[in-house]
């Protein structure tokens, strides 16, 4: 299975073209965009678009998958076959703040089996910590609706188009990613003066 990995910096700037050439064995098959338009509906798009193979996977920018990742949501997507599969996501704290009652806003946890249909909780999904064959899901020229750049949801009208048009999601439990919680996002909730920096 050959693999591309497309990096969408959506920085003004172009600011993490030092971060990807630091990244030990970063050669031809990390590939790095710029975006400059703010909004993750406008990067998403822009990584779809550039993408050549088949599936296109989504990891957030916050997020960490071990190296069996990608392998594991293909063989649950082959052993299903749905258009779209979803693995947990894991929250952890990147300091020393436990995430305690934040953990359901930074986890995703669903209590079935391997390889079962989840297409009843695509309201719940999002796109991060997935996979989807791009040819029956993300065919449209920008399939995340860039008027949503600002407010959010972006991924969440994508999901429920698909399910209006018979594409079905399943669960892909062994392709656990760990989404790290900074302890300012930890934070924003607790102390008024957070919210106003």
């Keep these: 299975m050959e693999i591309e990995i497309i990096v969408v910096d ?15 064995g970063a050669g031809p098959a990390v590939r790095l965009l710029n975006e400059p338009r703010p ?10 678009a550039a993408a050549r193979g088949r599936w296109v996977a989504f990891l957030d920018d916050d997020e960490e998958a071990e190296p069996v990742w990608i392998a594991r949501l293909a063989a649950a997507a082959r052993r299903t076959g749905a258009d779209a599969v ?8 990147d300091g020393d703040q436990a995430i305690g009652w934040f953990s359901p806003y930074f986890s995703r946890a669903i209590d079935r089996a391997d390889g ?20 029956r899901c993300l065919d ?8 949503l750049n600002e407010v959010g ?15 079905r999601f399943a669960f892909a439990a062994e392709a656990v990613v760990v989404e790290w919680a ?11 003066q957070a919210q106003n920096s």
């Design 10 to 24: 959506n920085s003004p700037d172009g600011n993490a073209r030092a971060a990807i050439a630091s990244l030990p």
């Design 39 to 48: 909004g993750v509906a406008n990067a998403r798009n822009m990584g779809v």
């Design 86 to 93: 979803f693995g947990p996501i894991e929250a952890k704290s």
């Design 116 to 135: 079962c249909d989840i297409t009843d909780l695509a309201a719940y999904l999002g796109t991060n910590n997935s996979m989807f064959d791009r040819l």
């Design 140 to 147: 449209e020229a920008e399939p995340f609706n860039p008027s």
């Design 153 to 167: 949801g972006e991924d969440s009208l994508l999901l429920k188009r698909l399910v209006m048009n018979g594409r």
């Design 182 to 192: 900074s302890v300012r996002r930890l934070e924003l909730g607790l102390h008024p």
